[in-house]
């Protein structure tokens, strides 16, 4: 299947495969999303801010008649069957189905009950491995469809908290709030800054005038993603650990003492300035740097935003990616020559990786009638750096999980 299926024919897949009516088949919408500014701070208590796309992943559903669960995908082949009785376990060969079943199982735990099976039918236009969160959106439509086809009534942060519970217990990735809880509950024309510290959220209109959010796809998938993601989380737990036991005192917050610091993003770039000098590890004192100015580069972004000031918001785009670069050193050669090279062309006014690195994706802010040109341009220069094409389209804002048929 191509990214370009058409979700309205998903329902007749699912009888071609499982037999019985289109009429019993329910059909739910995750969206993948971008980070506009914010990476790798959400598990720092940081402020984030995404806005969920038009690109998805659609999973059909239908109850069965005995307690069977029977997952497939258009896209990929294989059959995987269990029963809702399970006590599900994380498998390798399970492949993509224990993104199903880690959240089956938080479900379970926290009380749900199923009275019979189902049956799944998934198919997706999200670049897999792209860095715009195509597991998040996975486990999240999952959820949203299971809690809508058994009436569960789970609310749209609680699907976001599942999901990312699911990922720390089940997948074993101590991932941060942010990706379920756009996709859970983001609304079409907003982004949203998300207090990752408190999970409370504003929505902010997404006004961009002219100006298009372009994806740039790597095209790398991110081998490194997962443990380079841990260890840069243990070199952030570090860092606060210095800090704190350094008892320091503090002023222009609430927060007077280091000891009494939540997290990394809890401080100011003027107080990290004035404690720095207790982190010995250069190592840690740059990725410490990178999450304290990350934080405050969010900030600056909504205000810009809400005063209309784009070019203020690439200029932050660039200096999010500079610093993802140099102090949290997650880029690599082909993430730097895509926000590079587009940087570099006449339209863009900022890019930035976007996602957790080490390939994935990035994204540019360019004028409309510079999206093709541009496309053309950095698809040139990065095929003659890295040695393969890159993937690219330009999006628009989604509501969070939603309901097809």
Same mark, same amino acid.
């Given at each position: 299947m191509t990214e370009d299926f058409n979700p309205e024919l998903l329902p007749q897949e699912f009888v071609k495969l499982y037999g019985g009516s289109v009429e019993d088949v329910q059909v739910y919408a995750g969206p993948a999303r971008i980070n506009i500014i914010g990476e790798h701070i959400d598990y720092n208590g940081g402020k984030v801010f995404p806005a969920a796309i038009d690109k998805y992943i659609y999973v059909a559903v239908r109850k069965r008649q005995d307690s069977k669960i029977i997952y497939n995908d258009l896209k990929f082949p294989g059959t995987y069957t269990f029963d @809702?009785?399970?006590? &599900?376990?994380f498998a390798k060969e399970n492949d993509y189905a224990n993104y199903l079943n880690g959240i089956l199982s938080i479900i379970k735990r926290r009380g749900y009950k199923f009275e019979c099976g189902f049956e799944v039918l998934i198919v997706s236009n999200i670049p897999p491995a792209g860095g715009i969160s195509s597991s998040s959106a996975l486990e999240c439509g999952f959820a949203y469809a299971v809690s809508e086809l058994f009436n569960f =009534? @789970?609310?749209?942060?609680? @699907?976001? *908290?599942? =999901?990312?519970? $699911?990922? /720390?217990?089940?997948?074993?990735?101590?991932c941060g709030i942010m990706d379920q809880y756009i996709i859970a509950t983001a609304k079409v024309n907003t982004a949203e800054l998300l207090d990752c510290?408190?999970?409370? /959220?504003?929505?902010?209109? *997404?006004?961009?005038?002219?100006?298009?959010?372009?994806?740039?796809n790597s095209k790398k998938k991110r081998q490194l993603a997962d443990s380079k993601y841990n260890e840069r989380r243990s070199q952030c737990e570090a860092g606060l650990a210095e800090i704190k036991a350094a008892a320091l005192p503090l002023t222009g917050t609430s927060i007077t003492n280091t000891?009494? *610091?939540?997290?990394? +993003? $809890? *401080?100011?770039?003027?107080?990290?300035? !004035?404690?720095? !000098?207790v982190i010995k590890d250069e190592v840690i004192l740059k990725r410490v740097r990178h +999450?304290?100015?990350e934080n405050q580069r969010v900030l600056e972004a909504v205000e810009a935003l809400k005063k209309s000031d784009l070019k203020k918001l690439g200029d932050l785009l660039r200096a999010s990616h500079k610093s993802l670069k140099e102090d949290y050193e997650v880029t690599g050669l082909e993430l730097d020559t895509l926000s590079d090279t587009a940087n570099a062309q006449d339209g863009c006014i900022g890019a930035r990786m976007t =996602?957790?690195? &080490?390939?994935g994706c990035a994204i540019a802010l360019v004028h409309k009638d510079k999206v093709e040109s541009f496309i053309d341009s950095v698809q040139k220069k990065y095929t003659e750096?890295? =040695? /393969?094409?890159?993937?690219? &389209?330009? +999006?628009?804002? $989604?509501?969070?999980?939603f309901r097809l048929k």
């Open positions: @809702i009785t399970d006590d &599900f376990k =009534g @789970i609310s749209r942060k609680d @699907i976001a *908290l599942i =999901g990312q519970q $699911s990922e /720390h217990e089940f997948m074993n990735v101590k510290a408190k999970v409370e /959220h504003d929505f902010v209109p *997404l006004e961009l005038g002219d100006y298009r959010f372009v994806v740039m000891k009494d *610091l939540p997290d990394l +993003c $809890s *401080l100011t770039v003027e107080q990290f300035d !004035s404690v720095k !000098s +999450c304290v100015t =996602g957790a690195g &080490f390939g750096v890295v =040695g /393969h094409d890159a993937g690219f &389209f330009a +999006c628009s804002t $989604s509501d969070g999980v």
